[in-house]
C-alpha cells in the first residue's frame, strides 16, 4: 500500500483532525473521573463505521500501519516499566502471585470462552481445535494488567509500604508476561486453525523463531542507544525511537514473505524496553521520549481501535462481555488466594490482594487488536468482546485498586492524625511583615507554621493557615503555647539581641533542630559563633542573589518562585527500600535534577554511581508534580 498516494494523504489528514477531537474527548472524560482511553474508545465508536461513518471500513485498513506504530510503542512502554532493581528485593513473593493469578485466570477463561463458543456468532461452524485456537488468545488477553492505571492510584493516593510495591511488581511483572504468553499461543492457533500438527519440527520453529524476536529486541536497543546518545534535537529523537518501534513490525513482514520466519514485533520491542531502562545509560532520556510521546500514540491508537469495533457483534453477545468479566474475576481471586497462602500471607492481605489486579488497558487492548489484524475473517468481532470486558475492567479496577490501599492502611490519606509530625514544620520568631510573608510561603509549600510575634502584623484569620500567637518577650513560654517539642525548623527574625536569646533557648531545648538566625548587623556575627546555626547576613546575601541572578537567572527565577510550576525542595532519605542504592537507581522522574547531597551536616561530593546512605538530605530542583513523587519516594516506607 502507497501511504503517500494523494487518497492516503486525505485519509490521514481527516484521521488526525479526528484525533484532536479525541483528544479533547479525553480530557472530558477524565473530568467525570473515566479514564481518558475510555474517551478515545468512545469518539471513535461515534465517528466509526457502525455510526457517523467519517472513519469507513476501507480506511481501516489504511491506517493499518498506526497500529503497528502503536503497538511497538506500547511495548516499549511495557519493557520499560519492568525496572529490575526496584523489584529484586521482592522477586520470590512477586513471582509467586504471578504466578498463582496468571495460571488461574488463563486456564478459567480459557475454558469460559470455549464453552460459550456457540453462542459467539463469529465461531459458528468452528470446529474443536479453531475454538480452542480462539479460546486461548482470548485467555492470554485475560490475564494482562495495566501498569499505568496502578502506578497513577498509587501517586493519587500516596501509597507507600510492602503491599503497595508488592502490588506494583506484579502488576508490571504480569504485562511482561503477558505478551511473551501470547506469542506462543498466537503461533499455536496459527497451527490449529490451519489443521497442521504440532510436532517436534514446529516446537524448534517457534524455539528459532521466540529467540530470533528476543535478539530483533537486543539490536534495537542498541539503535535506540545509539540515537539517544548522539547529538539530536528531542524531537528528532522521539521520531527515531517511534519509527525503531514500527521497524520491528516492517522487518517481520519482509521476513516472514521471503523465509517463512514469524518474527513478533511487539516481543521484540518488549525487549527492547527493557533492555534500554535496565542496562543503558540513556534511560532516562528514553523514559522521557516515552512520557512525552505517549498521549499522542494513546490518542491515535485508542480512536482507531474504537472505530475497529464491530457494534452488531456486541449487541449480540454483552451477555458474553459481562460473563468473562465475572470469570476473569473469579479466576484472580483463586490465584491470589493460593499464592497468598504459599508465602504466608495473613487472612486480612489474602482477602484483599486480588483488588490490586483487575483493571486492565494498553497492552490488552493492543494485543486485542493485533489479533483482528491477524485474523481478519474473526478478529474484528473477537476484538470487539474483547474489547468490552477490558473497557469494564479499566473503569471498575482502579476504584477496586483505591479500595484494597485503603483497606491495607497504605494510603497517604487513610494515615492516622498521630503521624501528622511527618508533616516538616518550622516555629518562626518576627517583629514585621517579613515574617509573615515567610509564614505564607511555607504555608504554600505545604509546611506547618507556628508565628510567635513580637509586634503588630497584618494577619488573615480567614485565609492565613498557620498559628499565630503574640509575645512580649522571648522565653519558655512562648515555646509552650505554640506546643513547640515536636518542632524541626526554627527561624528567628528578631533584632540581633532577642536573635541571641533565641539561639541560646532553642539550642538548650532543641539540640536537633535546624536554626536559621536573619542577623540584623554584620559586625554580630562572632556572637553567634557558639551555636550549630545558618546564619543570614541581609547584606551580603543579597548581593550574592544579584550575582547569580545576572550569571544564572533560571535558577534564581525558581529559587525567588517566579516560575511557578517550577521549585527547589529539600528531602531527607527515610526509605531504608533505598538504602544503599545509587542515584541512578533511585529511578526519578526524568525533569529532577538533584542539586546537592548532604551527610551529617556536611555538603558531599556525589556522582551518578554514589551510593545514599539513610537520613542524607537531597537537595532537588524540578517540576513541582514530579518533586511531590519524588518526595513521597524518599520518604519513610
Not at 482511553?37 to 466509526?48: A, K, P, V
Not at 486456564?107 to 470446529?127: K, W
Amino acid at each position: 500500500m502507497d501511504i503517500f498516494s494523494l487518497s492516503n494523504i486525505y485519509i490521514l489528514l481527516g484521521f488526525f483532525i479526528i484525533c484532536l477531537a479525541a483528544s479533547q474527548m479525553g480530557k472530558w472524560f477524565a473530568r467525570i473521573r473515566l479514564p481518558t482511553i475510555t474517551g478515545y474508545l468512545f469518539l471513535g465508536i461515534l465517528i466509526g463505521p457502525n455510526l457517523l461513518e467519517f472513519i469507513r471500513f476501507d480506511h481501516v485498513g489504511h491506517l493499518e500501519f498506526v497500529d503497528e506504530i502503536a503497538l511497538g510503542f506500547i511495548a516499549f512502554c511495557a519493557g520499560s516499566e519492568l525496572f529490575w532493581k526496584d523489584i529484586r528485593p521482592q522477586i520470590k513473593t512477586i513471582l509467586t502471585i504471578t504466578s498463582g493469578i496468571l495460571i488461574s485466570t488463563f486456564l478459567l477463561c480459557s475454558y469460559a470462552f470455549y464453552a460459550m463458543a456457540e453462542q459467539i456468532s463469529f465461531m459458528a461452524g468452528f470446529d474443536s481445535s479453531s475454538k480452542i485456537a480462539v479460546a486461548i488468545l482470548a485467555g492470554s488477553i485475560l490475564i494482562a494488567r495495566s501498569p499505568s492505571s496502578a502506578i497513577a492510584v498509587v501517586k493519587e493516593l500516596k501509597a507507600k509500604g510492602p503491599f503497595t510495591q508488592v502490588a506494583l511488581g506484579v502488576t508490571v511483572v504480569m504485562d511482561i508476561a503477558v505478551i511473551a504468553i501470547f506469542t506462543l499461543n498466537e503461533s499455536v492457533a496459527q497451527i490449529l486453525l490451519t489443521g497442521s500438527a504440532i510436532d517436534l519440527s514446529f516446537l524448534m520453529q517457534l524455539s528459532a523463531e521466540l529467540l530470533l524476536s528476543i535478539g530483533l529486541g537486543i539490536a534495537l536497543s542498541k539503535a535506540i542507544g545509539l540515537s539517544i546518545n548522539l547529538n539530536l534535537p528531542g524531537l528528532i529523537k522521539t521520531f527515531v525511537v517511534i519509527g525503531l518501534g514500527y521497524a520491528a513490525f516492517f522487518l517481520s513482514h519482509m521476513i516472514e514473505a521471503r523465509y517463512q520466519i514469524h518474527l513478533e514485533g511487539m516481543l521484540g520491542c518488549l525487549v527492547c524496553g527493557f533492555h534500554v531502562a535496565n542496562f543503558f545509560q540513556g534511560r532516562r532520556e528514553f523514559l522521557k521520549i516515552l512520557n512525552q510521546a505517549s498521549p499522542v500514540i494513546y490518542v491515535a491508537f485508542f480512536t482507531l481501535t474504537g472505530a475497529s469495533l464491530t457494534l452488531g457483534i456486541l449487541k449480540k453477545v454483552w451477555f458474553i462481555t459481562l460473563i468473562l468479566f465475572a470469570v476473569r474475576i473469579i479466576g484472580i481471586i483463586i490465584g491470589a488466594s493460593i499464592s497468598g497462602k504459599i508465602i504466608n500471607d495473613d487472612a486480612k492481605t489474602i482477602k484483599i490482594r486480588w483488588m490490586c489486579f483487575v483493571t486492565q488497558a494498553g497492552v490488552g487492548l493492543g494485543l486485542a487488536k493485533q489479533v483482528s489484524d491477524s485474523f481478519p475473517s474473526w478478529g474484528s468481532g473477537f476484538t470487539t468482546i474483547l474489547v468490552s470486558v477490558i473497557i469494564i475492567n479499566e473503569i471498575i479496577g482502579s476504584v477496586f485498586f483505591k479500595w484494597a490501599l485503603f483497606l491495607a492502611g497504605e494510603a497517604k490519606t487513610s494515615a492516622k492524625k498521630s503521624e501528622k509530625h511527618t508533616i516538616p514544620n518550622a516555629i518562626i520568631f518576627g517583629e514585621n511583615n517579613n515574617a509573615l510573608t515567610l509564614s505564607r510561603q511555607l504555608c504554600a509549600h505545604n509546611w506547618e507554621v507556628r508565628l510567635i510575634a513580637f509586634g503588630s502584623m497584618d494577619v488573615n484569620f480567614d485565609h492565613d493557615n498557620f498559628t499565630y500567637i503574640t509575645a512580649d518577650k522571648v522565653d519558655s513560654n512562648a515555646l509552650e503555647k505554640v506546643n513547640a517539642h515536636d518542632n524541626d525548623t526554627f527561624v528567628s527574625m528578631l533584632n540581633d539581641e532577642h536573635n541571641h536569646l533565641v539561639a541560646n533557648m532553642v539550642s538548650e531545648r532543641f539540640p536537633e533542630a535546624h536554626l536559621i538566625i536573619s542577623l540584623r548587623k554584620r559586625d554580630n556575627i562572632k556572637n553567634f559563633s557558639d551555636f550549630n546555626a545558618s546564619i543570614v547576613d541581609p547584606t551580603t546575601a543579597l548581593i550574592s542573589l544579584l550575582d547569580h541572578y545576572v550569571r544564572t537567572p533560571s535558577a534564581v527565577s525558581i529559587l525567588l518562585g517566579y516560575e511557578d510550576d517550577h521549585d527547589i525542595i529539600d528531602c531527607e532519605l527515610k526509605n531504608h527500600y533505598l538504602r544503599g542504592k545509587t542515584l541512578y537507581e533511585l529511578n526519578l522522574p526524568n525533569d529532577i535534577l538533584i542539586l546537592s547531597i548532604t551527610r551529617k551536616g556536611k555538603i558531599i561530593d556525589f556522582h551518578s554511581g554514589f551510593r545514599l546512605e539513610l537520613h542524607d538530605h537531597l537537595t532537588l530542583i524540578g517540576d513541582i508534580s514530579s518533586l511531590e513523587i519524588a518526595r513521597y519516594k524518599l520518604s519513610e516506607a
